[in-house]
């Protein structure tokens, strides 16, 4: 138990579809990540918050929408996604902007699949 | 920016052999060098890191080495058992204090009973 909670595990949609990841995380820290993982590929960074504002977006397309209400949670809101958007996304969290030890601590992802 | 390339993709090591992971980083600024293991169905788990002003640190079973002349690190994992059979990643990050890192594309590491 890594403190990072995601939800659901799995999750199969459409590409019309609108779906939404969860994140939760009971660590206490202040900095939050979306990661995408996909075959042969590196752990592709997509969005960082740090105190709730977001501090980074790699190039992500518009169909990913996060969303962060509190620095405990974090959303990715999916919508009209495409078949090769099908990954493993994990949510990780730091302590944040000062208190960064180099450690991430991830979540045990969410396989979507899209159809 | 940085880019980080892990070899090999997959290895296969009978218990009880030594395993050799190698990473090389493009970034001359990289300073922080973590590796990461993930398990089936689970999240990448910090396992050891290094930071660029020491050469190699030890815990246990493990060790990573560091060469910043050739930009280059290595995860070595001894005595190896059935429970180090995982994907291995090794990262790099520019900036300690800057919370991002650029991943490598992962080692499948199966050990052989």
């Known amino acids: 138990e890594t403190g990072v909670t995601q939800t659901p595990r799995h999750l199969v949609m459409g590409m019309t579809n609108k779906k939404s990841l969860k994140c939760e995380q009971h660590?206490?820290?202040?900095?939050m990540y979306w990661y995408k993982q996909s075959a042969k590929k590196p752990l592709e960074l997509m969005f960082v918050?740090?105190?709730?504002?977001?501090?980074e977006n790699n190039s992500v397309p518009s169909r990913f929408s996060p969303e962060c209400p509190n620095s405990s949670h974090l959303f990715l809101h999916l919508h009209t996604l495409q078949p090769e958007d099908s990954a493993l996304y994990l949510c990780?969290?730091?302590?944040?902007?000062?208190?960064?030890?180099?450690?991430?601590?991830f979540g045990e992802g969410s396989r979507l699949t899209v159809l | 920016g940085e880019n980080v390339e892990q070899h090999p993709s997959t290895l296969s090591v009978q218990e009880g052999d030594s395993a050799v992971i190698k990473c090389t980083y493009s970034?001359?600024?990289?300073?922080?060098f973590p590796w990461y293991k993930q398990e089936l169905g689970k999240g990448p788990q910090l396992i050891i890191d290094?930071?660029?002003?020491?050469g190699e640190k030890k815990d246990q079973r493990i060790a990573v080495t560091l060469n910043k002349t050739a930009k280059h690190f290595s995860l070595h994992i001894t005595e190896t058992q059935p429970e180090d059979s995982a994907v291995y990643f090794c990262a790099a990050s520019n900036n300690f204090g800057n919370e991002k890192l650029t991943f490598g594309t992962g080692t499948r590491l199966t050990i052989i009973p």
């Open positions: 660590l206490g820290h202040n900095a």
């Open positions: 918050y740090n105190f709730k504002e977001q501090t």
């Open positions: 990780a969290s730091s302590p944040g902007t000062g208190g960064w030890t180099g450690e991430l601590f």
């Open positions: 970034d001359s600024a990289s300073n922080y």
């Open positions: 290094i930071r660029s002003n020491v």
